[in-house]
């Protein structure tokens, strides 16, 4: 049998390093942001720092769904027409442009949002309730399987009837599904 304090210990483990990932995180961006504004705001400032970012940057907007910052300009196509040019902002962070730097501002907003969030959710113990809760699910979203497939549901409710059978095995001091397939596997 499992020791409850190592489960413990397990759980204030993990717990401590989600708080820490996301509180980094969160540094991290507002630290990007703090010196981009430095940067608008000065123009005799280099942009190799903020250019060297950009990566760092984008792995962020990955990890936090953001979105990319897409803006469209006119340019001049000949003979008197005029087409479209559509660009990233974060792949322009070193424009000196209002458009961009507003873009580049509600990006690391809505990232700086996302941060704070999991944070906070990471010493809310509902979270935690719901993860166990759906676990299949999550090790699915992990590993890119949808949520909505079928398989991930029919997962979930044997997740729930085992929980459930083992919390009844635990109540009631009878044997539990666990020990019963390690008796058969004998």
Not at 20 to 25: A, K
Not at 98 to 113: K, N, P, S
Request: include cysteine; charged fraction near 25%; hydrophobic fraction near 50%.
């Amino acid at each position: 049998m499992f020791p409850l304090w190592k489960a413990v210990v397990a759980f204030v483990v993990l717990l401590a390093a989600r708080l820490l990932h996301y509180q980094t995180r969160l540094w991290q961006i507002t630290r990007l942001r703090r010196r981009y504004f430095e940067y608008l705001g000065d123009e005799k400032a280099s942009a190799v720092w903020l250019v060297e970012q950009i990566s760092s940057f984008r792995r962020m907007i990955r990890e936090c769904n953001a979105g990319a910052g897409l803006l469209t300009r006119a340019e001049e196509a000949g003979y008197g027409y005029i087409r479209p040019v559509r660009f990233a902002a974060e792949e322009n962070l070193a424009l000196r442009d209002a458009e961009v730097a507003h873009v580049v501002d509600y990006i690391m907003l809505r990232i700086q949002g996302h941060y704070r969030a999991e944070r906070n959710r990471t010493l809310s113990p509902l979270y935690w309730i719901e993860y166990v809760a759906f676990l299949p699910r999550e090790v699915a979203r992990y590993i890119g399987v949808g949520s909505e497939k079928p398989v991930v549901r029919v997962s979930d409710v044997a997740w729930w009837v085992l929980i459930a059978w083992e919390v009844v095995a635990w109540i009631t001091g009878k044997g539990s599904l666990l020990g019963i397939l390690r008796t058969v596997a004998k």
